[in-house]
């Protein structure tokens, strides 16, 4: 059974890097199958994509997000990572990882349990 | 950017037939997925490909869309079917995925 185990720093400071890791248990992250992605959604609000990447390390990413964000993935450990930069208050959220099928079209059809990141000085 | 509008909440006796729907413009031309996120807990794919339901979902979840509106129907509503539910598409002008504001449903 696949699993996402979400893991970082609860708590950034503003204008600091928010940065989270994913890995990824039960099966491949280099599957040709499957994007690996970032959703989040702050407290009380809807769901926000962030963005995804390939085992290849394309990537692709929500413009809003884009200037601040790098999405990166290590084969070798069965991981992808977010790195999202100065951030602010708005930033917090819980943050959950994702798999999604290789199809333009796919779904996001396993998801972590998430982690709650806090943004506050 | 492609925007989906869902209605903020939704209420359905248990029992009884729940419609949640989906709104963007020419949404019937688009590949809809569905989810569910029960309170405190991840979201759960529910329908995806318009009208397929994953292993382990109950028959009583279905999807259909038409024109401008995609609709999740839940028959035979059961308590723990109470949740948000969230639509989802991939726009192929900005290569993004885009996600509705969800609409609570409360089971009475």
């Known amino acids: 059974q696949l699993q996402l185990q979400e893991s970082g720093p609860g708590l950034v400071k503003p204008s600091e890097t928010l940065s989270l890791t994913c890995t990824v248990s039960?099966?491949?992250?280099?599957?040709?199958?499957?994007?690996w992605g970032w959703i989040r959604q702050p407290p009380g609000k809807g769901l926000e994509w962030i963005g995804n990447?390939?085992?290849?390390?394309?990537?692709y990413y929500n413009s809003s997000l884009k200037s601040r964000v790098t999405i990166s993935v290590d084969t070798s450990k069965n991981q992808f990572s977010l790195k999202l930069t100065s951030v602010t208050t708005s930033d917090t959220a819980m943050y959950y990882c994702?798999?999604?099928?290789?199809?333009?079209?796919?779904?996001?059809?396993?998801w972590g349990l998430g982690t709650l990141v806090t943004v506050s000085s | 950017s492609y925007v989906l509008t869902q209605a903020p909440s939704v209420s359905a006796a248990p029992g009884k037939t729940a419609t949640i729907t989906c709104g963007g413009d020419n949404i019937g031309s688009k590949t809809v997925h569905w989810y569910q996120q029960r309170s405190g807990q991840a979201p759960v794919l529910v329908i995806y490909y318009d009208n397929v339901r994953p292993s382990g979902i109950p028959d009583r979840f279905s999807g259909s869309t038409s024109g401008n509106a995609a609709t999740l129907t839940i028959s035979r509503v059961e308590v723990g079917d109470e949740a948000d539910y969230y639509c989802?598409?991939?726009?192929?002008?900005?290569?993004?995925?885009?996600f509705g504001g969800g609409t609570k449903l409360t089971v009475l």
């Open positions: 039960g099966g491949s992250i280099s599957s040709s199958s499957y994007f």
């Open positions: 994702a798999r999604r099928l290789h199809d333009t079209r796919g779904p996001l059809d396993y």
């Open positions: 990447v390939y085992y290849l390390g394309n990537t």
């Open positions: 989802q598409v991939w726009d192929t002008r900005s290569d993004h995925v885009v």
